[in-house]
């Protein structure tokens, strides 16, 4: 038996003040789709911006249904939406904010698990990393350079 261990380097800012100008109007863009999102159901609302290797902005924000697998996350709304209109340009950095209706988020929401799935797929088919911040409704901010800082062991196309 041989163990094997994992790390990951994360980055923590304890706001949004201390990101680039450029990722400071990213999470910006986040914060004004998360507010729009339809979730009667949760009362959890989450916007997700990502910013284009061509300086493009895509958007979204998690759309539930009374069915609930049949809603969708706001990353993979925001990924799908730009692999859909932008399907050979490259995605540097993507933001994630999440709000609760019940009480304020200050702990940093990470993407759900299905949400890494296709990041990692996106991050994989460009063969470039892309960033990805994340916070509640306020206060600190994590970065990680990589979609394989958060899910390591990834699933891909080489096991099919």
Known sequence: MK?????????????CD????????????????RDKAYAPYSSFLVGAALLLENGEVVLG????????????CAERTAI???????????IVAMAITAKSLHNVLLTPVPPCGACRQ???????????????????????VVKSSSLENILPF???NSYL
């Open 154 to 156: 990834t699933f891909d």
């Open 61 to 72: 924000n998690n759309q539930e249904n009374a069915c609930y697998p049949s809603g969708l």
């Open 80 to 90: 799908y939406a730009a692999g859909a209109n932008f399907p050979k340009v490259a």
């Open 3 to 15: 163990k094997v261990e994992i790390t990951s380097v994360l980055e923590v800012y304890d706001s």
């Open 118 to 140: 296709s990041i990692a797929e996106y991050e994989l088919r460009q063969k470039k990393p892309i960033a990805i911040y994340f916070m509640g409704e306020k206060g600190k």
């Open 18 to 33: 201390e990101l680039e100008g450029n990722v400071q109007q990213l999470m910006k863009e986040a914060t004004l789709i």
